[in-house]
């Protein structure tokens, strides 16, 4: 079956530390991997997108790495602030054109 | 990037009754989409709503439950029918501007 999995354990760091977070997909082949950013009582927020021909996308701090072959996509937040706490939520196409399947997200606590 | 707003912010509603959620885009958008994302959970498409044509809905969503309208390029409405415990979630539509997509606030919906 078709499943897009990120770890459900929420992860802790400090301050200025770099996070890494991952996003594991099976029985897909996404032409392209977003990522998007989650607070609480809030929609989505659009960050990044990475094409299956591009290994890795900058901005600003955030970094994201795509791997066709492991099924993988990890998203890095460098020199972390309190401010990036929050649900990190990474999408693919699923049943056609626009229509983005979500992963489980994983929840980051940066503190200071 | 595109506004979208949504009305209700969030509703109590009783088992059996409807609620017809609206959506507002700030332009003029060709596709909009319906998500739902349960509590604890992540977001899962209800469907595509195209101006001027039938909604096209996912596996396990159907329009009797879930009627869409969509009058106009800046506007749709989702309505949840007949409503049970179960259909408590948070609703959200969203537009794509390319393969990045913009979503409304949500509609927190409880089912008592």
């Known amino acids: 079956s078709q499943k897009i999995e990120q770890n459900s354990e929420a992860l802790n760091i400090q301050e200025g530390k770099t996070a890494t977070l991952t996003c594991n997909y099976t029985?897909?082949?996404?032409?392209?991997l977003q990522w998007y950013r989650q607070d609480p009582g809030r929609g989505p927020v659009f960050l990044l997108l990475?094409?299956?021909?591009?290994k890795e996308k900058r901005k600003e701090r955030l970094k994201v790495t795509f791997d066709t072959t492991l099924k993988q996509s990890l998203f890095h937040i460098t020199a972390s602030q309190p401010a990036d706490s929050a649900t990190y939520l990474c999408a693919l196409e699923g049943t056609g054109f626009q229509k983005l399947v979500f992963g489980t997200g994983t929840r980051l606590l940066v503190s200071p | 990037s595109a506004v979208i707003s949504q009305k209700p912010s969030r509703d109590i509603c009783q088992r059996g009754t409807s609620l017809t959620i609206q959506c507002q885009v700030d332009s003029q958008v060709t596709m909009m989409f319906w998500y739902r994302q349960q509590p604890g959970q992540s977001l899962t498409l209800i469907a595509t709503a195209n101006q001027g044509s039938e909604a096209t809905y996912e596996s396990g969503f159907v329009i009797d439950k879930f009627p869409i309208s969509r009058p106009n390029l800046t506007f749709s409405t989702l309505t949840v029918s007949n409503m049970s415990p179960e259909d408590s979630s948070i609703y959200l539509c969203s537009v794509a501007e390319g393969r990045e997509q913009y979503f409304g606030p949500g509609t927190r919906l409880t089912v008592t």
């Open positions: 990475i094409r299956e021909n591009e």
């Open positions: 029985n897909y082949s996404p032409a392209y």
